[in-house]
């Protein structure tokens, strides 16, 4: 009997008072009720809802919270896609409200926003996706999250104010996706390439593969069943009981991937194998049932040790190059480390807990840390999305992806950041440009949808062409087909090749901020560059004063004010003193392409261009200058002729056999007349919203458009190109804008740089080829039954291995080959 259990959410209190007897709701069914929100088999209870069978009383809440915040779309989206709430303890979440333990868990707090990423082991479905990234629509508190389906996370934002951690935990876990939150885990940096039970899988199909052949001798030495029918039959029992923990355990995930795949329509690459599987299976419990022969058992427990085993050799092959395959790795970030009254530059990896790092106006937090000294306005857009600055006190906690917006400040860190969690935020959506599938990509999506249909079309004409003829022969050339052809070379190839050449590239201090760039950046017809910054260089520059003379009091607070400001110019102006400490500051203020004020020591000092100070163009025709105000008097002006790269001229015309090029700079028309041999189309004295307006035109015309610039007065124009590329002195300059930085040292690899990406993909087409002469070729044994399974089993991960070591070692190699070269695109 089937007890049902009707849930009446409009019973009143005076329904109740006429003491109807529970039983008189129940009925009985006959056969098997499934719950509407899993799929699990209702064992024994019942409960219903709207007319809904659930399983259990945690599947109907889940039910019931979803429906009424307009959410019942999920049960749209897959068929049964919840997960099942039997037999889910209820776990306590009271440590989530102690703040240290929240301090170590969560990514970013401001007081009002947070930002946590949770592990959510009970992800598996597109509609699990959909739910997660629609939790705002469950709870207000919860502002934005998104989905990493591979890795099984979702990253959350919510407002402090409306919702706690704790409530948020407890929320996720009522709709079925309790987070795996696990404080030990906290500090490993690394987990293995393949966890335990991997290990377990190929050591129950080894263990099995040689008791099998072993029991299976009689067969290999021709034994004469009629003569030892018993001894023949015992072994092949023995065989199956062997196989059975093979085939359901160690083959599981197989399997499972196949089923899952089937359940949302789609066919994977797990669908054909799990079908060679399944058929060697079966045809050898029929064989040894009936007594009709030996079966393939050997064979089939031969095969799924054969993959794993492969699939354990690429596991490794992959996680030994040495790069992340998330490109999570690289992010350029250096830092100002203060040591002994000196400032020492030094990478995001070398930061330690403990370090007083200087942050100065418009440069990064790289990792949580604590206010020292200083007037802290920190603005984290680049976490939140959100352009509002905060002001921070002296004690007060900082965290990674922060902007200073004020002048110095001096930082105690107290927790390391890792860079991946830097680079996944300058992959953000709020960062993230429309970009159009190109060819090559397109071209593996294509594969990928159509590879798995083809490979069961020619199975199965195999099947059938050998069925009359040998049916042995027919099971294992069917095997075989579904087997041997493999399109992950296909899939591995773009990921492999473009992520080892971000890698060798990072190398040498150019980073891409995804391996979508190097599409984009191969396809650019246009190459606009900004002036100052770009292709300029102050760095061996003289500076010269013209002026009333100034005190060694003034000088000093010249030397304190550009101290603040990470700018060149700034960080020029401040290396023509010899200062210990820097004065007393306050009210620092920074306005891009003006200038800098503060009140220092005092007085009020100003330094900036002629607009800024003297409210006129300056008509120095020859030198650009820095103007200097102090209490409300012009007192002079420190001049400089900047100097052009290293290489520019070859690097400009090595890019006009490929490309149009063109100038777009925010000075005035000085050396208009100088820059005209490399430059035809020039534009002067544009404004940071003109410089955007410009590119815009041009990709109205049809360009696609790289904007080379300095990303501090750019940024908007290098957002709405196809490819923004940061030529930068020092990587603290760094803007979520750009799609690549470039190193200054490195300037003169610019074409080259683009020739590589072209180069990359070319590498590419070469792997699909060689992937598709591997498929031709084993296609061709395995459909002539010239290839066991066990044999195509061992050389399926060989192929995309070696399509993958191809990829990477070309990709790599192009970059050691060409680096310097002159001829980086032939003349016409």
Known sequence: MIKIIFILPHLCDSCTMNQISSDSYLRKTSGQTNCCHCGDICDTDVIVLEGKPFCCEGCKLVYTILNENGLDNFYNLEKLPGVSQKNR??????????????AKLIDFTDGTQTRIHFLLPDIHCVACIWLLENLYQLHKGVIRSRVDFLKKETSITFSNQDITLRQLVELLSKIGYPPRVNLNDLDKEKMPAVNRSFYYKIGVAGFAFGNIMLLSFPEYLGVNISESQDFILFFGYLNILLSLPVVFYSGWDYLRSAWLGLKQKQLNIDVPVS?????????????????????????????????????????NTYSRISFDRDYKSYFPISSMLKKENREIPVTLDKIKIGDTLCIRHGELIP??????????????????????YVKKLKGDQLYAGGRQMGGLIELAVVKKVSNSYLTQLWNE?????????????????????????????????????????????????????????????????????????????????????????IESLAKVDHIVFDKTGTITSSKDSEMDYKGEPLSEREKHMV?????????????????????????????????????????????????????????????????QNLFIEIDGQYKGAYTYQ??????????????????????????NDREKDKLSPLFTNQFFNRKPAEKLAHIKQLQDQGDRVAMIGDGLNDAGALSQSEVGIVVTEQASNFTPACDLILDARQFELLPQLIRWSEQSIQIVYVTYVIALLYNVIGLSYAVQGLLSPVIAAILMPLSSVTVVLIGVGLSGWIVYRNKGSDQVYPGP
Request: with cysteine.
């Open 559 to 623: 030397y304190t004010l550009t101290s603040h400001s990470a700018h060149p110019l700034s960080q020029k102006l401040k290396s023509t003193f010899d200062f210990e400490k820097p004065l007393t500051l306050s009210n620092y203020q920074e306005i891009k392409g003006q200038g800098i004020s503060a009140k220092v020591d005092g007085h009020d000092l100003r330094i900036g261009s002629a607009v800024f100070i003297l409210k006129k163009t300056d008509k120095d025709s020859v030198k």
């Open 429 to 517: 959506d709020t960062f993230e440009k429309e970009r159009s599938i190109h060819t090559v990509s397109r071209l593996a999506n294509k594969v990928a949808g159509v590879f798995t249909v083809l490979i069961l079309l020619v199975a199965s004409a195999t099947l059938i062409y050998w069925l009359p003829v040998d049916t042995a022969k027919a099971v294992n050339a069917f095997t075989a087909v579904l087997i041997i052809a493999c399109p992950c070379a296909v899939a591995l190839s773009i990921p492999f090749t473009f992520g080892n050449l971000v890698r060798v590239l990072a190398k040498q201090n150019i980073y891409f901020k995804n391996i979508n760039v």
């Open 89 to 102: 303890t209820s776990e306590n979440y009271a440590y989530l409200d102690d703040p240290d333990t929240i």
């Open 275 to 315: 079908l060679g599987i399944l058929a060697i299976f079966l045809r050898s419990l029929y064989e040894i049932l009936s007594h009709s022969g030996a079966g393939y058992l050997d064979s089939l427990a031969g095969l799924i040790f054969f993959l794993l085993i492969g699939k354990w050799f690429q596991k």
């Open 642 to 667: 900047a100097q052009y790269r290293k290489g520019l001229a070859k690097v400009i015309s090595m890019l006009k056999k490929r490309a149009k090029v063109s100038l777009l700079s925010g000075d």
């Open 367 to 388: 990792a949580d840390s604590v206010l020292v000294s200083g007037e802290a306005k920190i603005d984290y857009s680049f976490v939140t999305g959100e352009s509002d």
